[in-house]
């Protein structure tokens, strides 16, 4: 990484660097709040690096939620990825072993970056790509660090903190219901948990419900198929801003 | 903490290696050119959604309907992220503006 390539990457991630700072600071909050200090905060920030993820993570550690779960959930709510993938595969051909890190590191805010910005002339495209991708994960474990930090310095009444998580996926699903060419998976979504919970009960809602959603959207296809039309380029311009 | 600490270690190994998956199965699968299923995109597509919401669910399932301060600041500060990112449109503004108004009525209006 050289001065000249990092001089052009760092404006091009402010945004990222402010929302990242924020909503890594929320979580090092929340996992403060659930008992686990900095140095939890610094390994999930650095292996995990999902926002969204990574703030499911802390209630799932502050359930003792089973494995199996953890792997189930995990893999869910980490679906969209698939797509971001496929639309990476020219861009990452030909990065050498830094492609694992790519791979690794392509968040929502990266993935968006990353599909908008274009690297100015001169500099090579795949060494931009790389300190983009360096940069946003270092903003990420900084905020996550931070949050901890101040949790356990300030001894602030964090009672109520969690609802970060509420909050951030409510802001997502505003964001995917503007975009939406049809509100029935969303919907469908929260009709089919809210069974689950009344049938099911608080400890084991989720699995009954998400196994039931992918069922039904599967035999919807026929009905939504032509309805949800591909993400062209006007879609995918709006991309939010975290996650 | 209901968990020890190397249960803990495990839980978040199975977070990270199951992340990387997700983004790392693209490439594994398509790499050389094939075109994926169209039901994968499909799903890739409508799951999305239905994942979020599912989840809000998830994230409201502890409210009661016995007493106000049971379900009455949730039923705020959920209007207030909707409201405020409908109105500014900025993730910080909704998340921090909800989160803060929810820690103030649990705190203080209904502790």
Redesign the interface.
């Known amino acids: 990484m050289n001065r000249k390539t990092l001089a052009a990457a760092f404006p091009v991630t402010v945004p990222v660097l402010m929302g990242y700072l924020a909503i890594g600071m929320a979580f090092g909050l929340m996992l403060q709040s659930a008992g686990y200090g900095v140095g939890w905060a610094l390994l999930m920030s650095l292996t995990i690096y999902a926002g969204s993820g990574q703030y499911l993570g802390v209630s799932l550690l502050a359930a003792g939620a089973p494995l199996g779960q953890v792997a189930f959930l995990t893999l869910m709510i980490n679906f969209r990825h698939l797509v971001y993938g496929l639309s990476m595969l020219e861009k990452f051909r030909g990065m050498g072993p830094r492609k694992l890190y790519m791979i690794f590191s392509l968040t929502d805010e990266t993935y968006a970056l990353l599909s908008s910005a274009r690297p100015p002339a001169g500099i090579a495209p795949h060494n931009f790509y790389f300190t983009v991708a360096m940069l946003d994960h270092s903003y990420w474990i900084l905020g996550s660090v931070l949050g901890s930090l101040l949790g356990s310095a300030l001894g602030v009444d964090t009672t109520g903190v969690d609802f970060a998580m509420t909050a951030l996926f409510l802001v997502i699903a505003v964001g995917q219901w503007k975009k939406a060419g049809s509100h029935l998976p969303a919907l469908l979504g929260a009709g089919i948990t809210l069974v689950s919970l009344l049938l099911v009960g608080q400890e084991e809602m989720l699995l009954p419900a998400l196994a039931l959603i992918v069922i039904a959207l599967t035999l919807l296809r026929p009905r939504l198929e032509g309805r949800e039309e591909e993400p062209g380029p006007g879609k995918r311009e709006e991309e939010p801003q975290c996650r | 903490?209901?968990?020890t600490p190397v249960?803990?270690l495990?839980?978040?190994?199975?977070?990270?290696g199951?992340?990387?998956?997700?983004?790392?199965?693209?490439?594994l699968l398509?790499?050389r050119g094939e075109k994926?299923p169209r039901?994968?995109?499909?799903?890739?597509?409508?799951?999305?959604?239905?994942?979020?919401?599912?989840?809000?669910?998830?994230?409201?399932?502890?409210v009661t309907f016995a007493a106000p301060a049971g379900w009455v600041?949730?039923l705020l500060?959920?209007l207030a992220?909707?409201l405020l990112?409908?109105w500014k449109g900025?993730?910080?503004i909704?998340?921090?503006g909800?989160?803060g108004l929810?820690?103030v009525?649990?705190?203080g209006v209904f502790?």
């Open positions: 903490m209901p968990l249960e803990s495990l839980s978040i190994a199975v977070m990270a199951v992340t990387f998956l997700t983004r790392a199965l693209p490439f398509f790499d994926p039901v994968v995109l499909y799903l890739g597509r409508v799951l999305p959604p239905a994942i979020i919401a599912m989840l809000i669910v998830y994230c409201v399932r502890g600041p949730t500060a959920g992220a909707v990112h409908l900025n993730d910080l909704s998340i921090f909800a989160t929810y820690m009525l649990v705190q502790g």
